[in-house]
């Protein structure tokens, strides 16, 4: 599902000088793995992600995510990656507040063709996560774990492969964390890639391999292949 090799990437901080935070890392990630990248503040996990995900170009080696080769794509081809492969969940939700509940789950309809069945799709999703009475409402009118499960359904709208993860739980407190959790391994379970950046404990503890990014590099700090059978939500 996802090959990166000698990945460098670099960045300038605010008095010129350059900062390698991906030094020539290497990766593998087999389809229906749940996979954990650990690490200290300002490490690189979120970079990674972003590369993993098309969201950042900049950067040298090669990466390529469910057969798609992400060197050398231009920013349509890399938009149609997004919305086809990749579900993206962020610790901040990033819903839009003047949206229901179901808009904001439908809003990956608005950026390729629309299927004839959206809104019904959108509505199963958000049963799916058990907000299927709360379709209505606006993002403020929902609590934090709510709001999580409002744009875990949005990402998996477009029927994602690989569902890309950055610390998903860090605004949560612990029940509701815990719950989110459960969602991603029952995901998990039914085959879909997933691949999470956190800090927390408990998020890496439900992961099936635990990787730490240090130095610029991965290192294999748990192993433990956990492939699904299955196919994708």
Do not use: W
Request: glycine fraction near 12%; hydrophobic fraction near 40%.
């Amino acid at each position: 599902m996802i090959q990166a090799r000698d990945v460098v990437k670099t960045y300038v901080d605010g008095d010129g000088t350059p900062v390698c935070v991906l030094d020539g890392m290497s990766l593998d990630v087999t389809q229906g793995e749940f996979v954990a990248v650990v690490g200290s503040s300002g490490s690189g996990k979120s970079t990674l992600l972003h590369l993993l995900g098309g969201l950042d170009v900049d950067y040298r080696g090669d990466i390529s995510v469910g057969g798609v080769k992400l060197r050398g794509l231009g920013d349509k081809a890399l938009a149609h990656f997004r919305n086809t492969h990749v579900g993206f969940v962020f610790q901040s939700f990033h819903l839009i507040p003047n949206l229901s509940a179901v808009e904001n789950v439908l809003l990956p309809s608005h950026f390729g063709v629309a299927p004839p069945d959206a809104r019904k799709r959108a509505e199963a999703l958000l049963e799916r996560v058990g907000l299927g009475a709360k379709k209505d409402r606006a993002p403020v009118r929902l609590s934090g774990g709510e709001r999580q499960r409002v744009a875990i359904a949005r990402a998996l709208f477009g029927k994602p492969r690989l569902l890309l993860c950055d610390e998903p739980t860090g605004n949560l407190d612990a029940a509701t964390g815990t719950g989110v959790i459960a969602l991603f391994q029952e995901l998990h379970r039914e085959g879909l890639t997933v691949l999470c950046v956190t800090h927390e404990e408990r998020m890496s503890a439900a992961a099936g391999r635990v990787l730490r990014l240090k130095d610029g590099q991965l290192v294999e700090e748990r192993a433990g292949l956990q492939v699904a059978t299955g196919g994708a939500p």
